[in-house]
């Protein structure tokens, strides 16, 4: 299966979830609180984000013309590279965190570059996109990015408001595209997402009733 998203649609979500994670920091106080993202805190969390944000932005400085792409929304998450030394990765993320003096001025740090990225997402013209050896359209690119944002943002929602509907819901049908459509049409779209990103394992029951998704899960991280 395969997930192309129009220009248009990458961008909105993504703005709406930018949105979301404004207002998230601005009355975000606790850095040490567990994350749902395993053996990392809250802090962890933004730190990661907040180094992603900016190679967002950079990115965003070279949109070239139409030409041959390489991946699409949801088959970025397929080579996605994942870390080959998670505990040195949160160690240097703890590290981040700590070089501030105190919670607010490391949110205030993060909010600076969310507006910032806000701006450049809202100016950005159709095209593709040159990012960790992938080749994007410009909608699949923006789009991605608004799934991980809602996906870390659902880490963060045992002490935060849910993320933008928009984004979630990209994420959900960017997890139902990878597990080959076999999601169950009744499940919400932050079940679908917890469980697909492994945040929340599937019940027994569950797992007997979905064989195909027991097997396939998590499809993303």
């Given amino acids: 299966m395969t997930l192309h998203l129009g220009h248009e649609e990458g961008r909105d979500a993504l703005l709406d979830e930018l949105t979301e994670w404004e207002r998230l920091l ?44 390489t ?32 919670p607010t001025v490391f949110t205030a740090h993060v909010a600076t570059t969310v507006r910032g990225l806000a701006r450049g997402v809202e100016r950005v013209t159709e095209g593709r996109i040159a990012f960790q050896d992938m080749t994007f359209s410009t909608g699949d690119f923006l789009g991605s ?40 049409a009744g499940w919400d779209d932050a079940t679908v997402v917890l469980a697909g990103t492994g945040r929340v394992a599937l019940t027994g ?5 979905y064989p195909g998704l027991s097997a396939r899960f998590p499809v993303l991280r």
């Fill in 26 to 69: 601005g009355a975000f106080d606790d850095l040490d609180a567990p994350s749902r993202c395993e053996g990392w805190t809250c802090g962890q969390v933004l730190a990661h984000v907040h180094l992603g944000l900016q190679e967002v932005a950079l990115a965003l400085l070279a949109v070239d013309g139409p030409g041959d792409l």
């Fill in 71 to 102: 991946v699409d929304a949801a088959g970025y998450w397929e080579r996605y590279p994942t870390s080959t030394d998670p505990a040195g990765e949160a160690t240097f993320l703890a590290g981040l965190v700590a070089a501030h003096s105190g």
């Fill in 145 to 184: 990015w608004a799934v991980e944002l809602a996906v870390h943002h659902l880490d963060l929602e045992l002490i935060a408001d849910p993320p933008a509907a928009s984004a979630l819901h990209l994420a959900r049908r960017t997890v139902d595209d990878l597990a080959g459509g076999a999601v169950p």
């Fill in 205 to 209: 029951s569950e797992a007997e009733q």
